[in-house]
């Protein structure tokens, strides 16, 4: 999927300042990952992230979640979250931590989910950088300094 920016947004600058680099990249989720779609598309996984125990949030985050930026069909390593993205991990993250049944952390979400995004997404292109994401989840249950992520 293409990114859809004007040359003049916030994100044009944030990647790179060149409009034709913008004409060129897609957002790769996680999903086309050895899909046997998207022309082969495999995600690799960064070294200081490649076994679920280096950090096992991070890991999750890229490998189920994050799209990653491909400029004319070469991955760059640079992942990131939408707000469907961020709002389905904040989902898993809601329910297993917060103990609750998807209802009631559908209705938490409702709540706080936007106050959050917004806050996180500085740039106001839709992006979250995936490694702002576990303060961002930590910002969403309302306690920064909740370790067990």
Do not use: C
Request: net charge negative; aromatic share 10%.
């Amino acid at each position: 999927m293409p990114i859809n920016a004007h040359p003049d947004s916030q994100f044009s600058s944030h990647v790179h300042n060149d409009w034709t680099y913008l004409q060129k990249t897609e957002l790769v989720p996680a999903y086309m990952d050895d899909s046997g779609s998207g022309d082969g598309y495999t995600r690799d996984m960064p070294n200081q992230f490649s076994q679920e125990r280096d950090d096992r949030l991070m890991n999750s985050l890229i490998k189920k979640y994050a799209l990653e930026v491909v400029n004319d069909g070469k991955k760059t390593g640079n992942y990131f979250l939408n707000p469907e993205a961020a709002r389905s991990v904040s989902l898993e993250v809601v329910r297993t931590h917060m103990k609750k049944r998807k209802r009631d952390a559908n209705a938490f979400l409702d709540k706080r989910f936007p106050e959050v995004w917004n806050h996180f997404d500085v740039n106001k292109d839709g992006l979250v950088e995936v490694e702002r994401m576990p303060q961002f989840l930590r910002y969403l249950l309302g306690n920064a300094l909740e370790i067990g992520l």
